[in-house]
């Protein structure tokens, strides 16, 4: 085998040793939240005949985003297209649309003019606003951080001390007033328990 060939294996095997491992069992969860059909259009930079009309589904952005699937009505139907980052956020099609800082675009459809006079395709977006229509839902797979897992274990360890303390209080009591105040509490403290318990569900 050449030198220069084996050189090169060689660079590749010291390149994927470098690479971190992503972990098999990495802890997913499904999310759905609200999004929105944007409409944008603009021209060719230099040709003013050039122009595009672009559909986006647009969401605000989760942390840990791996992919995305919009659910949305085309022309009466319910219809989705599926997505992962960076997403649609800089999208080129004749001209060069741009998502808002703190959101995210899955491109939905697109449509063109062009000739001899000027064209800005604000009618071709007027004619996608019949096609595309809501209600628009994102739902997203995302990736949980250890420490939102951490951090939520040891919320409820927090919760469950709560929950002992004020049975033991409540227990202790010897008044009626103090009884009937502590059991409220000790209902709001496993309401909270509850909750952080959920969480730990969710995230670990």
Known sequence: ?????????LVVCLLSLALPVASATAKTVEKTVPGE???QHGQRPGDPGNCSGVVFAQWKDVPGTVSATAYYVYR???TSKSAQPPFNDV????????????????????????????NTCADVNEKQRAAYTGPVRVELTVEIDPKVCKDAQAKLSARRKVVTTVRKRLN??????????????????????????KRVTEFC
């Open 172 to 197: 202790n009591a010897t008044t009626q007033k103090a009884k009937n105040k502590l059991r409220g509490k000790l209902e709001r403290a496993r309401t909270k328990r509850a909750t952080a318990a």
């Open 37 to 39: 059909l944007v409409f």
């Open 1 to 9: 085998m050449p030198a220069k060939a084996v050189k090169s294996i």
């Open 91 to 118: 999208y080129e099609w004749v001209a060069t649309y741009t998502v808002s800082p703190g959101a995210h675009w899955i491109q939905l459809g697109v449509s063109w003019a062009d000739g001899p006079v000027v």
């Open 76 to 78: 009466g139907a319910e």
